[in-house]
């Protein structure tokens, strides 16, 4: 025979589940009320952030000031070339010995281009059911360890997508969009790089951010190319260059 709680139990157990109830019902209208003034009235569910809209908004708003910017630094160097001062003479000369380590003169020669895609979808649009989208795109940490590969490799120059990478360049993804240097770019993305192309290739081989990048090509298709280019031009940097330390001379 089953035995029952004891009635003092019970009714002890029962005012439990009344305060309880109450308790949440009262948590309840205290959530219900701070969600209400955070909304101010409006529907919670429509607050939803268009990221491609900020990035767009964002990359206009960069473009221009590179315009403006690009007006003010024309100036200045038509100012500077007045000045006929014999420092600012030996200043010019300095800076323009140094425009090719810096990226800001074009370049060509032999190298390798790198393709990095995204798995294919279906023919609707969507990805394989029951796989983490995260598991079907290109993120930054590929492109960053394709690129620290080249670099291993000895590459002299390198370019992502159509823009030079210089010292200040960074590679940043939201989603599947490449954002550089206030440019957004869609997959595939090329990484294209100047130099030995047995020596990138064999870096490309051994970087262990590459190789579990190429996990992800065999078990779920993603693309990943390599190409020997004979000769491959890359353009000087067009971007903007911040000044961060200036010593007089003299």
Same mark, same amino acid.
């Given at each position: ?33 701070? =969600?209400? !003034?955070?909304? %101010? ?8 952030? $268009? &990221? /491609?809209?900020? @990035? +767009?908004? *964002? ?8 315009? =403006?910017? !690009?007006?003010? %630094? ?8 007045? $000045? &006929? /001062?014999?420092? @600012? +003479?030996? *200043? ?159």
């Amino acid at each position: 025979m089953r035995r029952s709680a004891p009635a003092s139990g019970r009714a002890s157990t029962a005012r439990g589940w009344q305060l309880a109830g109450v308790g949440v019902c009262l948590v309840g209208g205290v959530l219900l009320g701070t =969600t209400r !003034a955070w909304s %101010q009235d409006t529907e919670v569910r429509d607050r939803s952030v $268009d &990221l /491609a809209g900020l @990035v +767009g908004d *964002a990359q206009a708003r960069v473009t221009a000031a590179e315009s =403006t910017a !690009a007006s003010l %630094q024309q100036a200045v160097a038509g100012q500077a070339a007045s $000045d &006929l /001062a014999p420092q @600012v +003479g030996r *200043a010019r000369e300095q800076a323009a010995g140094l425009e090719a380590a810096a990226g800001l003169t074009a370049v060509h020669g032999p190298g390798l281009r790198v393709s990095l895609d995204d798995a294919p979808r279906d023919q609707d649009g969507n990805y394989p059911e029951g796989v983490d989208p995260d598991d079907l795109v290109v993120h930054q940490q590929d492109v960053q360890a394709v690129v620290n590969a080249l670099w291993a490799g000895g590459a002299e120059a390198m370019m992502i997508m159509d823009q030079r990478v210089v010292t200040t360049s960074a590679v940043r993804c939201i989603g599947n969009t490449l954002l550089l240097q206030g440019r957004t770019y869609s997959p595939p993305f090329l990484i294209t790089a100047i130099g030995d192309a047995d020596r990138m290739g064999a870096a490309l081989a051994v970087q262990p951010g590459v190789l579990l990048f190429q996990q992800y090509v065999d078990g779920f298709g993603l693309g990943y190319q390599v190409e020997t280019m004979d000769d491959v031009t890359l353009p000087a940097y067009g971007g903007l260059l911040r000044m961060t330390a200036a010593r007089e001379s003299g």
